[in-house]
């Protein structure tokens, strides 16, 4: 993102950024409008850098016996020198509901798998593409298996699309939540899950983007669970991110839901010092209210 344009709440046009490849004039008003979740301003019009499109794609998939092995691996990967351009992760639990939607049988019994991708000159990437399934391999892996065709690599992403559909439609209480936790703690993050669902009585379905700690925690419980209870084990599972160096959020942002939770993660006078920049760009906050901080009720720590 080099620059936008947006409309301030007063109905100002305000243009930000450059058009040059750098820039550090002023501060950077882009991607402060970018992370407001609409709350500065509404973007008109934006200025993009723009980069092609890979020669060669190619995929793998590793299975493994429990998702500490995948995320073992994970960190094997990113440690070698090798660059994936994706590393995709499911549990056991996700595997259980689209496992019959994937193009080979061997999916079925494994605790936990990896999609890993590069792309790059097709005989580069086809190098790297063996030795990252070798470092599956001495990371435990079960099975490594190649999709190097166009149509296995789609139905394979479709089946990861598909996962938190599956999730919501077969669960009664369904909570999503997209936590980070730096590249080293991932694999004892997962192993503490278990415990907190026996704790508060759910069900944790885990994938996401392990290349980069992006873990998509899809919280579930019955019907008949107290809601009291059910937030008690989401604000234990977002302590647990929290106290490994994480973050409570990686891609969905605060809004409404995520608002309980904002002072867990950051301290009065940080939230104090955005909500004045709020109330600058929109003094009478009209623009997506009471979205992201308690406007509403005295600002202390959850």
Not at 104 to 128: N, R, W
Request: glycine content about 8%; proline content about 6%; overall charge negative.
């Amino acid at each position: 993102m080099l620059g936008l344009n947006v409309v301030l709440p007063t109905g100002t046009l305000v243009p930000t950024g450059v058009r040059t490849r750098k820039g550090v004039v002023g501060y950077d008003l882009t991607r402060l409008i970018v992370g407001s979740e609409g709350t500065l301003g509404i973007i008109t019009r934006l200025i993009l850098r723009l980069i092609p499109h890979p020669p060669a794609v190619t995929t793998l998939v590793a299975l493994f016996d429990d998702i500490s092995q995948a995320m073992n691996a994970v960190s094997g990967l990113l440690t070698s020198g090798l660059v994936p351009s994706a590393v995709e992760f499911l549990d056991r639990r996700c595997l259980e509901l689209v496992g019959d939607l994937l193009p080979f049988e061997q999916v079925h019994g494994a605790g936990s798998f990896l999609l890993v991708e590069a792309d790059g000159h097709p005989q580069t990437i086809a190098q790297e593409i063996q030795r990252m399934g070798e470092v599956c391999l001495e990371h435990r892996a079960r099975e490594v298996l190649m999709a190097p065709d166009a149509a296995k690599r789609e139905r394979m992403w479709a089946v990861r699309r598909e996962v938190s559909l599956r999730i919501e439609h077969n669960a009664a209480v369904y909570i999503p939540e997209d936590v980070v936790v730096p590249l080293e703690e991932i694999a004892g993050f997962t192993r503490c899950i278990p415990e907190i669902e026996q704790r508060f009585d759910l069900k944790i379905y885990c994938f996401g983007h392990a290349g980069d700690g992006n873990i998509h925690l899809n919280i579930t419980a019955c019907r008949e669970c107290r809601q009291k209870r059910v937030e008690e084990g989401v604000q234990t599972l977002l302590l647990e991110v929290l106290k490994r160096g994480g973050t409570i959020s990686g891609e969905h942002g605060i809004g409404v839901a995520k608002q309980p939770y904002l002072a867990l993660e950051q301290d009065p006078e940080m939230i104090g010092l955005q909500m004045a920049i709020k109330k600058v760009f929109d003094p009478n906050l009209v623009l997506n209210p009471g979205k992201i901080f308690p406007w509403h009720h005295e600002l202390r720590r959850v």
